[in-house]
Each structure stands twice: as structure tokens, then as C-alpha cells.
């Protein structure tokens, strides 16, 4: 039987002495009311919250966990070079060959440098950019998330607006938005920044077009500007090399985080070698970047991501989990629109313009032991089984059962704070 009162109370507590009960992109104040704010472990493919309900995780960390929760031989190594010394007055030598284990992966890089969250290796790539071109203007899509600092966070609170000032923004995909915004940056273009795919909450995913890519390229190698992929949430899951070797197109800087480590805290930066210079005479450094242990996990994630078919395996599992859910959704007379990679899926109800069928659907899953968001995307880990999957599939069929009877449903009164709730709904 589901229950949350450990969790309730510890919201309770929280609210006193955490701003806001909780912040940043793991508060649950956006998901269905009775979505867990606090967890107590994890475990392969499972996670259990603070009430000790269980699930089969599918944020995964929100990425991070691309072997599963707790791998045996990357813990092993993590903690054996814990033992040995983790955050010292300079760096283990490992920190060298991790960076060659990374540029021999990464067919545009030529250098790296470690750091901590996805923010730092994105804002390190603007650095880069401006410091390689004088220039100042970066090109960024519509809606696309690079991490939350002053320059990118999505929400504007605590901001000034000189934080946003040389920045001109473009629609994903749309080669002629891209121009435009190249044009408008003028003899000032810095970078262009793109996703690997679009991954943006609350709308289809996309995966880049080539026409679209290849003109980035283009019109960086025309105007002397940086093309840079922000790999930190797709990294290594669509594909062993940047995400957009995909489409045959090499970004100057890649930025790298989430899953480099399955879940021990590091992240990257990537980058070609006419931009070695510029990376070396920014100043740009933080206490715990040089931490031993985690370049430990990352060593042998690399390992496992050269050695074993956890690609083809996570992709495969996300085919089978994305059929089963459409024959399900069908059976009750309901339509999914499930976009991304199968490996990364985002799913959302057809004719659901206020949510109320998806969060009511979620809600139940959530309820019956399956971890799914409603409008962001999620994640397969390597640890998943075909049992897992199908497991999913049949929970999920009770779950269409359970809104399909449901009649009704209110709106989602929580959205409307960001705008995603119309009259007519």
C-alpha cells in the first residue's frame, strides 16, 4: 500500500529551514500533489522514497544514472580512490588519463577540462568562445535549458538584465531563424549554442536536422565563431561520441555532465585544438573540480561505455517501452505523442492542452510503483531489464483504465504560473 507520511512530514520541516520547502529543478511543486519530495535509496534500475514505497526510476537522477544505481565496479573504483585521496591540494595523475580516455572518445576533442555541474562547463564554453573571438554576442535557441547561472537560468528572479545583454535567440531546427539571429549578432557573434536534440520541457522533443546542423557549422567557420553542443544531459546516451556525430557535424566545445560518472559529481568541457588557447587563459576553477574520486567513477564509466553494448541495450528498451505504451494508450482510447529518442522519451497525451490527462496518468503510475514525469523528458539506464519494461507496460495499461474512468479532470492549477493553462481548457 502506497503511503507518504514520512514524506509529509519532511516537507513540513523543510519549509523551515529550506527556502521554499525545496528549489531547483528537483522540487516536485510542479509534478502531481502527491509526487515524493524525499528519498532514501537507490538501487539498479529502483528507487525508494523517504516512505519506503518503491519504483522503477525512470528520471534516472534526472539523468546521471546510465549503468544503474549503485554499479558494482564504478562505486569500486570510486571508493577505492576515496581511500587513496579524493580532494587534495592538487589533482590525482588519473585526472590525466581520464582526459585522454575523453578526447579519444570524442572525435571533435582535443583537450578537456573537469569541473563540477553542467552550468559550469556550459558557462566555461561561453568564456572560451569570447576569449577565442573578442567577440561578445552567443546564439542560443528558444526555450533550450544550459544550466543556471546569471546568463541562462530559466528563471529570471535575482537577475539583471545586463546578466542576458549580447544574446540573440533562434527557433530550434529553423535554418532561416538561424541565420537571422546570426545576422542580427553581426560582426560580434561569439558562438552558436545548440542541444543535441531539442529537449525543452513541455513540448515535443525534436532531433536535430541536418540542414540545420551543418548551417551552425557553416556559419561559425564563416564568421570565425564557436559552434557549441551542449551535450550535459544526452551525453553518451545517444551515442559514443558527441551527440551530433549523429549528423556528422563537429562542434568547436562540448560541454559533458550527468551521466560521465553515473551519478558521482563531475563534469566537462570539451574542445578542439584551435581553441586550446583560449581555454587556457580564462581563469575559471572551484574547490572541489580537481576531486580524485569521481574522475575514478568516470574512468571506468568510460570503460563500460567502450566495452559493453549499453547503447544498442538502453535503445532497444526504450522500442519496447514506447510500442507497449502506444498499444496500452490505444486500448483505452487514449493517443500519446512520445518524441525524443527512444532512449530519452518524453511522453504527453494527444488533445490534453491543460495536462490534466497527464498528470492524472503520472500520478497513477507514480502510485503503483513507476517513476515517470509528465513534461519532462526521461530516461532508460542500462540496468533495466525486458521484465522491467514489460512490467512498466502493464502498470501503465491500469493506469490508462484508472483516468479513462476517471471522467472529468480538473485543471492544473499549479501550470498556470507558467502560463500553460488556457480559458477554453
Known amino acids: 500500500m502506497w503511503t507518504n507520511s514520512v514524506d509529509k512530514a519532511l516537507r513540513e520541516r523543510a519549509e523551515a529551514v529550506i527556502p521554499g520547502g525545496m528549489y ?12 515524493p519530495q524525499f528519498f532514501d535509496r537507490a538501487s539498479g534500475t529502483y528507487l525508494w522514497d523517504a516512505d519506503g514505497n518503491r519504483y522503477i526510476d525512470y528520471m ?19 571508493i577505492s580512490q576515496l581511500k587513496k585521496g ?81 544574446q540573440v535567440f533562434y527557433i530550434y531546427n529553423d535554418v532561416a531563424s538561424l541565420e537571422e539571429a546570426v545576422r542580427k549578432a553581426g560582426d560580434d557573434l ?21 540542414e540545420y546542423a ?18 550535459v544531459r544526452a551525453g553518451f546516451r545517444l551515442a559514443r561520441d558527441s551527440s551530433w556525430a549523429r549528423v556528422g557535424v563537429k562542434p568547436d566545445l562540448s560541454s559533458w555532465g550527468k551521466a560521465i560518472a553515473n551519478g558521482h559529481p563531475i563534469s566537462a568541457l570539451l574542445g578542439a585544438e584551435k581553441a586550446r588557447n583560449a581555454a587556457a587563459t580564462i581563469y575559471a576553477t572551484g574547490s572541489f573540480w580537481f576531486s580524485a574520486a569521481p574522475m575514478a567513477a568516470s574512468l571506468e564509466t568510460m570503460r563500460l561505455i567502450r566495452e559493453t553494448d549499453y547503447l544498442e541495450r538502453t535503445q532497444s528498451l526504450g522500442q519496447r517501452l514506447r510500442a507497449g505504451l502506444d498499444e496500452a494508450a490505444n ?8 518524441t525524443g529518442p527512444a532512449e530519452m522519451p518524453l ?17 497513477a503510475l507514480m502510485k503503483r510503483g513507476v517513476y ?31 483516468v479513462r474512468d476517471a471522467g472529468k479532470l480538473p485543471r492544473i492549477e499549479k501550470l498556470a504560473i507558467l502560463g500553460l493553462l488556457t480559458d477554453g481548457h
Open 24 to 35: 531547483g529543478h528537483q522540487s516536485v511543486r510542479l509534478l502531481p500533489d502527491d509526487y
Open 372 to 402: 515517470f514525469h509528465p513534461w519532462h523528458n526521461m530516461f532508460i539506464c542500462a540496468a533495466m531489464t525486458e521484465a522491467d519494461i514489460d512490467h512498466t507496460i502493464e502498470v501503465a495499461n491500469d493506469a490508462f483504465k484508472f
Open 347 to 363: 511522453i504527453m497525451f494527444e488533445e490534453d492542452p491543460g495536462y490534466s490527462k497527464g498528470y492524472a496518468w503520472n500520478d
Open 214 to 231: 551543418q548551417r551552425a557549422r557553416e556559419l561559425c567557420d564563416e564568421k570565425g565563431a564557436l559552434l557549441i553542443v551542449d551535450d
Open 190 to 210: 561569439a558562438a552558436i549554442f545548440a542541444s543535441p536534440i531539442k529537449h525543452d520541457t513541455f513540448v515535443d522533443q525534436e532531433d536535430p536536422i541536418t
Open 86 to 166: 579524493d580532494t587534495m591540494t592538487g589533482p590525482a595523475g588519473l585526472m590525466v588519463e581520464l582526459a585522454e580516455q575523453m578526447t579519444a572518445m570524442v572525435s571533435h576533442a582535443d583537450w578537456a577540462i573537469f569541473c563540477k555541474n553542467g552550468t559550469d562547463a556550459t558557462t566555461m564554453a561561453m568564456m572560451v568562445a569570447r576569449n577565442f573571438t573578442r567577440k561578445n554576442t552567443i546564439v542560443l535557441a528558444k526555450g533550450a535549458y544550459h544550466g543556471a547561472a546569471p546568463w541562462c537560468t530559466p528563471v529570471k528572479n535575482g537577475t539583471a538584465p545586463s546578466d542576458r545583454a549580447n
Open 331 to 338: 486500448r483505452h482510447g487514449f493517443a500519446l505523442r512520445q
Open 60 to 78: 534516472c537522477g534526472y539523468g546521471p544514472n546510465l549503468f544503474g544505481y549503485g554499479h558494482e565496479s564504478i562505486d569500486a573504483a570510486y
